[in-house]
């Protein structure tokens, strides 16, 4: 029974060995399939992926081959591209090739969100009720400096995953590991010290060691804060400045109505958006390191002083904090309100230069250099005794902060670092450890060498930060007066974006910016005014003044208009009326759009020529790019110069890519012919010219009339020459009636104006009959006049004065002494 229990139980494992077997081969059998299968699959798969990467970086390639060749033709050329979005894209030179940048502009419902932080500031203390802007408030460390820095933060860090978060983030990274770093530092510099003491060799040279390592990567991190301070400074300018761009330079014309419509920031708007921005980006990126990094290095180092001094140590450290702090905001001068009078005057000072270059010419034909030194001079004065009083207040200032902060601080600071060696009971952890070891002779010594070394390095930190701290109460005043005066740029600028004027308190100015009523409509075929004042606007919040009452009249395709009448009637008023310069008091003002083949444009009295090379002179206010997607080439430019009399002007100036200061290469005639060049290339429905012609001789300005009119460019000319009429169909004389503010709209050529010539030229006749007798009254007179009443009685003629040579003879020069008169004369 044992033998055959004993032959079942060896089947049955041979049985079960076989299965094992079998199951073996199968599996293996499969995994050689599968790993046939996985290493085909596998090798497709790398194959695939070569190609792909291999087409992928010959496609990424060559893309970025085309962009580096265009960027280089529109660099070259001084030009960008339009995106669909709105951006452009701009090419800027980096290294030996280029560097593309895409410049988002602004949308119009960002400046709505913004609208209510610059016009309608709450109402708390130091912003006035919410209608008085909050840009008039004192700059100052108050609640209104935190709603200006604020508001103007929103604009700068416009989302938490904007570039310039990411810049703070990092900066606030190596601002951490620069405290960590303190700390690590201050306790080798103990360990070192008690090394020394000791004698121990070895772990002195090993410190040093250390030290130098922790030096080298302590360095790097001093110079990554002062570089990533510099990238946010340009970063937050960077983001204002095209903030501004976009609310200032646009169809809104801001631009214009900022200085002579609402005189908000006067005349210096190129100062506010230079200096006073550059200044406030710089001092609001070191803001986050002069306050912020203080802030955390007192914390920090205030819990290490905590834990080795003791409470007494803390308690002191706190109670000199505060009374510092009181001590000098009580005692610091208004710098903020003083850097915002520093920057006013240096606006002031720069604007009069400026005015003397835009007016050099006109200067010097009058010989002017002397009053203008003196107004410069004058005003050099002012904003010099002003930053001498400031530096005055500054060294008091200084005096009293280095002592406090320096020296006081630095004596107080031993004092502390004493508690655990005369009061180790009030000593903190360093107090323990004296009680605690004062019977071991040397070791305790060395023990105290590290612990003061520690603190004191501590403790020098601490009084570091918390200099840092005080100092930026002056840097927070500075900071106030900046954003003041940027806050105050950017307020005015989305009042006049909005058109949202207030009225004085005192009442309401006839025509004032907060009592437009008119309408305006851009489309129309054709120039229409109906029942429209025309009223030269004063300056915010003031009322114009009216020149005519009320103006209608319509202007329709082919139907070619001249405005004339004498000076100061308001001729190139409606011009500007039209171009959308000044306000639509009341009534309707309808025009077409602007340039565009059905649109309209505008010649200005004065003509403009713009920076850049000839080509641009005559595409004005076109690009190359813009010139290129009308399709048109040099040929069509140099036609239209054909026809306004310029075909020359490529030959004599070189080219088409030359560069020159257009404005005073051209004479007074060919500026006045570049505009028509300009209008000849543009080719509107509808130009309006103001004195276009002034400086052109007659022929070839009728030249220029007739090539317009046979272009179909429907012309409205504003003018005193009477020569004009026969290229029009229609007069609009203003002027007339008493005061001047009568108006009349005729058509050239009726009846009644035949009749009106025919009588102007018998009017004309009947004076030149009356010539003769003119001069014989004259002779008469003449001949009185040369008789003079003597006391002989005799009528005697005058003798010629002895300065005056006769008849044949020699002339006196300047050298020859007068003869005196008889005594008779």
């Not at 229990?5 to 089947?11: E, Q």
């Not at 293996?28 to 798969?45: C, G, V, Y």
């Not at 009053?371 to 930053?387: A, D, G, I, P, V």
């Amino acid at each position: 029974m044992a033998a055959q229990s004993t032959l079942r139980h060896s089947a049955s494992e041979d049985v079960l060995m076989a299965f094992i077997d079998k199951y073996k081969k199968l599996i293996q059998d499969r995994l050689r399939r599968t790993m046939k299968r996985t290493k085909l699959l596998a090798t497709i798969a790398l194959a695939t992926t070569i190609i792909l990467g291999a087409e992928g970086s010959r496609r990424w390639w060559k893309k970025r081959h085309a962009e580096k060749e265009q960027g280089r033709k529109l660099l070259r050329k001084n030009s960008w591209l339009f995106n669909k979005d709105g951006s452009r894209t701009i090419y800027v030179p980096y290294k030996d090739s280029t560097s593309k940048v895409v410049i988002h502009r602004t949308k119009p419902l960002t400046f709505e969100a913004h609208r209510r932080l610059f016009l309608n500031p709450p109402k708390i203390s130091g912003l006035g009720d919410g209608t008085v802007p909050s840009a008039q408030a004192k700059p100052g460390l108050n609640l209104a400096f935190l709603h200006q820095f604020l508001s103007l933060m929103s604009i700068m860090i416009p989302r938490w995953t904007s570039k310039e978060a990411g810049l703070l983030l990092s900066h606030g990274v190596f601002l951490m590991l620069r405290t960590y770093l303190s700390l690590v530092v201050a306790r080798l510099d103990g360990e070192i010290v008690r090394d020394l003491v000791a004698g121990n060799g070895k772990l002195f040279l090993w410190g040093l060691v250390k030290w130098c390592g922790l030096g080298s990567f302590a360095s790097y991190v001093n110079s990554m804060i002062k570089f990533l301070e510099s990238k946010v400074s340009i970063a937050f300018r960077t983001r204002l400045t095209r903030y501004i761009h976009d609310l200032y330079l646009n169809d809104n014309l801001n631009y214009y109505k900022l200085s002579n419509l609402d005189g908000g920031v006067g005349q210096g708007a190129d100062q506010f958006i230079t200096q006073d921005l550059t200044l406030f980006c710089a001092s609001a990126a070191n803001l986050y390191s002069s306050l912020g990094k203080p802030f955390v290095d007192i914390c920090v180092f205030n819990y290490q002083l905590y834990q080795s001094l003791g409470p007494l140590a803390l308690t002191g450290l706190l109670s000199n904090y505060f009374l510092t702090a009181s001590i000098l905001r009580k005692l610091s001068p208004p710098f903020g309100k003083l850097k915002a009078v520093e920057g006013r005057k240096e606006g002031d000072f720069r604007a009069l230069h400026a005015r003397l270059i835009a007016n050099a010419e006109e200067v010097a034909f009058y010989g002017g250099a002397e009053m203008e030194k003196t107004f410069l001079n004058r005003e050099f004065k002012s904003l010099k005794s002003w930053m001498e009083g400031i530096y005055m207040l500054k060294i008091r200032y200084n005096i009293l902060e280095d002592f406090i902060l320096k020296y006081s601080w630095s004596a107080y600071g031993y004092l502390l670092s004493s508690l655990p060696t005369f009061l180790p009971a009030w000593g903190g952890l360093g107090g323990a450890l004296e009680m605690a070891d004062s019977a071991e002779k040397g070791g305790r010594e060395r023990g105290r060498m590290k612990e003061f070394i520690t603190n004191k390095r501590l403790m020098l930190s601490l009084a570091d930060a918390g200099g840092r701290m005080m100092y930026s109460i002056k840097d927070l005043s500075e900071l106030a007066g900046y954003t003041s005066r940027v806050y105050t740029l950017i307020t005015t600028l989305h009042r006049v974006h909005a058109n949202a004027y207030v009225p004085r308190p005192t009442g309401n100015e006839l025509y004032s910016l907060s009592d437009v009523q008119g309408t305006t409509q851009k489309g129309f075929d054709g120039v229409r005014l109906e029942h429209v004042p025309v009223v030269a606007p004063g300056l915010w919040p003031q009322g114009g003044d009216e020149l005519i009452e009320s103006l209608g009249l319509i202007v329709r395709n082919g139907e070619h208009l001249l405005i004339s009448g004498p000076n100061g009637v308001g001729k190139s008023a409606i011009a500007r009326i039209l171009a959308g310069l000044w306000p639509v008091y009341r009534g309707l003002m309808s025009r077409p759009k602007s340039i565009g083949e059905d649109g309209i444009m505008f010649l200005p009295q004065r003509p403009y020529l713009s920076i850049g090379t000839l080509r641009d002179q005559v595409i004005y206010p076109d690009g190359e790019v813009d010139m290129r997607l009308k399709r048109k080439s040099e040929d069509d430019l140099q036609r239209a110069l054909d026809a306004a009399r310029l075909g020359y002007l490529p030959d004599r100036e070189g080219g088409w890519d030359t560069r020159k200061e257009w404005k005073d290469v051209f004479s007074g005639g060919e500026k006045q012919r570049v505009g028509f060049a300009r209008l000849l290339y543009h080719e509107p429905k509808y130009a309006i010219i103001d004195e276009g012609t002034s400086a052109v001789s007659s022929d070839v300005e009728g030249l220029l009339y007739e090539t317009c009119k046979e272009r179909g460019i429907t012309l409205i000319t504003i003018s005193t020459r009477a020569s004009l009429k026969k290229y029009h169909t229609f007069n609009l004389v203003l002027g007339m009636g008493d005061d001047g503010s009568e108006w009349e709209f005729e058509r050239i050529g009726t009846e009644r104006e035949k009749m009106h010539v025919e009588r102007e030229l018998q009017e004309l006749r009947e004076r030149l009959a009356q010539v003769e007798e003119w001069k014989r009254r004259r002779e008469e007179i003449e001949k009185e006049l040369a008789q003079v009443w003597t006391a002989d009685g005799k009528d005697e003629p005058l003798s010629p004065p002895p300065y005056v040579a006769e008849e044949g003879s020699q002339p006196v020069t300047d050298s020859e002494e007068f003869v005196e008169a008889p005594e008779n004369s």
